[in-house]
């Protein structure tokens, strides 16, 4: 029986050039910033996306805490879609580690507009308020389905936070995917962010990392909250060549996940136990079932298709560099006898 891991795309395993990649590497203590290929890393990432530095840290988690720490002071709020991952997903790290209040929004499919995020900026020097100090935008979006921002929707955001003098960070834990659908240029993106966080172990595939790209000076204070939170790595160059290879070699192939996922959807609408399907950008499809999901996704299992529920109703599937064509058609097979 075929097993098809569609629970997420950071199951991948290294391709056989990353690993020689990996293998070739010239590495150093990171720490003591020695580490060649982690220094190759970090200002390649920032060059493509038109910011001044960069940083390699373990986790997207690890770069947004470290950025929303950055961006603001205790007592601060920062604003998010409700379904952002900064504050579903991280463990209650604004709190934790900045201890800012969120002011959480109702975007569509967490898409947000300047128009909804304006009236929700505190006035400044209430006392009785949170001061508004930074935006979250999340690209594409998890939990909407891998929705998309363009640089069109984003840029009269960046000038209202220029203009209320807030910071605009983004979680571009799928950005590329972003990118391969709108078809804007990574390089635009430094125009309009203060911060992005950059995954490189979801759809381009590497093992571990993700990488934070701001201004230099921000940069250098993310180093030290880095290092705060126990992210200072030593020889990381092992796991940094792998981000370069696969930001060289892993971009262009994101369109093949992507239709691998159009593929999938276009098969759920077609199912009868199959009530709604999101719509489908980029490579994450969710759908919503007429029974129990927990009861699907066993049957799936059965089957060898693994996938995960996302509520009591909704299962989400994931098409990475690791599902291949055949993989998709017997998944397709599956799911119409069930």
């Known amino acids: ?39 190759e890393l970090e200002a390649k990432a920032a060059a493509m996306f038109g910011m001044e530095a960069a940083i390699f840290c373990p986790s997207g988690t690890m770069t947004n ?37 969120t002011r959480l929004l109702n975007g569509y499919r967490g898409i947000l507009t300047a128009e909804m995020i304006e009236p929700e900026i505190n006035a400044v020097g209430n006392i009785h308020y949170p001061n508004t100090s930074l935006v979250v935008l999340e690209n594409t979006v998890n939990k909407g389905g891998g929705s998309c921002y363009t640089l069109d929707q984003i840029e009269p955001i960046a ?13 571009g834990a799928r950005i590329f995917n972003a990118l391969a659908h709108t078809g804007d240029k990574a390089v635009d993106y430094g125009k309009y962010f203060d911060g992005i966080s950059v995954c ?3 759809g381009l595939g590497t093992p571990v990392g993700s990488v934070l790209l701001a201004s230099k000076n921000t940069i250098t204070y993310a180093r030290r909250i880095r290092k705060v939170l126990g992210g200072g790595m030593r020889q990381a160059g092992f796991l940094a060549a792998a981000g370069s290879y696969a930001l060289d070699h892993h971009v262009e192939r994101l369109k093949i996940d992507h239709m691998h996922a159009q593929i999938l959807a276009d098969e759920l609408a077609k ?8 719509p489908t950008e980029t490579n994450i499809v969710l759908f919503d079932t007429e029974g129990p999901a927990d009861a699907v996704v ?15 109703k909704r299962i989400r599937f994931v098409t990475h560099l690791d599902i291949h064509p055949e993989q998709i058609e017997y998944t397709v097979q599956v799911l119409k006898s069930l």
């Open 271 to 278: 199912c009868t136990w199959v009530i709604n399907v999101m």
């Open 159 to 171: 000038a209202l936070c220029k203009r209320r003098n807030l910071k605009l960070h983004l979680d």
């Open 298 to 312: 066993a049957k799936l299992l059965s089957k060898g298709i693994k996938a995960g529920c996302t509520d009591t």
């Open 65 to 101: 805490q470290i950025a929303i720490k950055c961006f603001t002071q205790p007592l601060d709020e920062l604003i998010a879609d409700q379904t952002a991952h900064v504050y579903r997903y991280e463990g209650g790290g604004i709190a934790f580690n900045s201890a800012v209040s």
């Open 200 to 202: 490189l172990s979801k």
């Open 1 to 39: 029986m075929m097993t098809v891991d569609l629970r997420s795309d950071t199951v991948t395993k290294p391709t056989p050039g990353m690993l020689e990649a990996m293998w070739s590497a010239k590495v150093g203590d990171d720490v003591f910033g020695e580490d060649e290929s982690v220094n």
